[in-house]
């Protein structure tokens, strides 16, 4: 099961959306997306956005106006990590890695 927190600034609320089935679709997806070279920042993001939105049936607005903005790139992060099926310690090798580049 994978989660993502989404607050809503209309109602002041935060709901939590949940997937209880990952498909393996979604991950070929998420390795698409991580080969993938991006011109900018700006459209990877965007890319991981409209990714976690097809997965959890929400639109990426829902994502771009209910996630701060200093923790979505944790939040589209652990859904990468999530949808691969990495435990903590696979997750922890990758961030070291990705530090020493």
Same mark, same amino acid.
């Given at each position: 099961?994978? =989660? ?24 070929? =997806? ?15 993001? #965007? ?13 990426? *607005?829902?994502?771009? *106006?209910?996630?701060?903005? #200093?923790?979505?790139? *944790? ?6 990590? *999530? ?5 903590? =310690? ?12």
């Amino acid at each position: 099961m994978i =989660k993502i927190e989404i607050y809503d600034p209309k109602t002041k609320e935060t709901k939590v959306h949940k997937v209880e089935f990952v498909s393996t679709r979604h991950m070929l =997806k998420a390795l698409e997306l991580q080969a993938k070279t991006f011109e900018s920042e700006f459209e990877q993001v #965007n890319a991981l956005i409209e990714y976690a939105a097809s997965i959890f049936g929400i639109t990426a *607005d829902e994502i771009i *106006d209910g996630t701060p903005s #200093n923790e979505i790139s *944790d939040v589209l992060e652990s859904i990468v990590f *999530d949808v691969m099926g990495f435990d903590e =310690k696979k997750r922890q090798a990758i961030r070291e890695q990705a530090e020493k580049v």
